[in-house]
């Protein structure tokens, strides 16, 4: 194998998006140190966590938002903030954990901003932008909001529109903070759904910070879970979701047994008859 093979054998196994040795902080207040991950490429990547533990602040360090006090966001290879925004824009959609829409827009206009990256003055608006739009308000289920103002719509309804957004900027990298808040049952199921069919589909590489624990087992193909700003564990959830790792990670006492409609990981909090002796049988052997 010639020197040339080699080195592209070599960049074949390197993951389009990482995080080196990053130290994350807000001002003087630190979140994470030392921080090192790896989001594998056509994956499903689900980061879970207790509150505060960085999961969002991790996410916006990997789609530049936040820039590390020390270390790197890697983005193909290069340090994600020496990028044009622009390319950055087209490889790589967020979708935050909190959006505030421009006053007076309407559905249809603000999922457009999300063909803006793939503008310029030699591309302007194409039928190509208008099918995708479409496209992406039809599988989020907001298709029939098109011409209603944002600011009109239940916190649900506004939280599709902006996933319909992020869909319209048709990038192969995508994270989403906390994409199920506001949403009932029903509408986490069919967002989890759109994401797995997006992974499973179309190849992309997803990212995800999700709050139930459940929910990521499920749906995850790599699990990334942190508390206190350091990685407990990562892989797939069959591999490491256990009831020592939840509660190493979560602080509950739990068990975990198969999905009886998945066979995935599923987290059985205990019940509280059963943490009260738990706590009990605990203080008296500490006792002793």
Known sequence: MSGAEKKNTRRSTVNRLSAENVTLAYDQRVIAEQLSVEIPDHSFTVVVGP????????????????????????????????????????????????????????????????????????????????RVVRESMARTGVADLAERYVDELSGGQRQRVWIAMALAQETPLLLLDEPTTYLDIQHQIDVLDLCADLHEE??????????????????????????????IAQGAPEDIVTAELVEEVFGLRCQVIDDPETGTPLVVPAARASRAKADVRKAETTKV
């Open 51 to 130: 509150n505060a533990c960085g999961k969002s602040t991790l996410l916006r360090a990997l789609s530049r938002m936040l820039k590390p006090a020390e270390g790197r966001v890697l983005l193909d290879g290069q340090a994600i903030h020496s990028l044009p925004a622009k390319k950055v824009a087209r490889t790589l959609g967020l979708l935050p954990q909190s959006s505030i829409a421009p006053d007076g827009i309407t559905v249809g206009d603000l999922v457009a901003r999300g063909r803006y990256p793939h503008q310029s003055l030699l591309r302007q608006w194409s039928s190509e932008d208008e």
């Open 202 to 231: 179309q190849g992309r590489t997803l990212v995800a910070v999700l709050h139930d624990l459940n929910h990521a087992a499920r749906y995850a193909t790599h699990l990334i879970a942190l508390r206190e700003g350091r990685v």
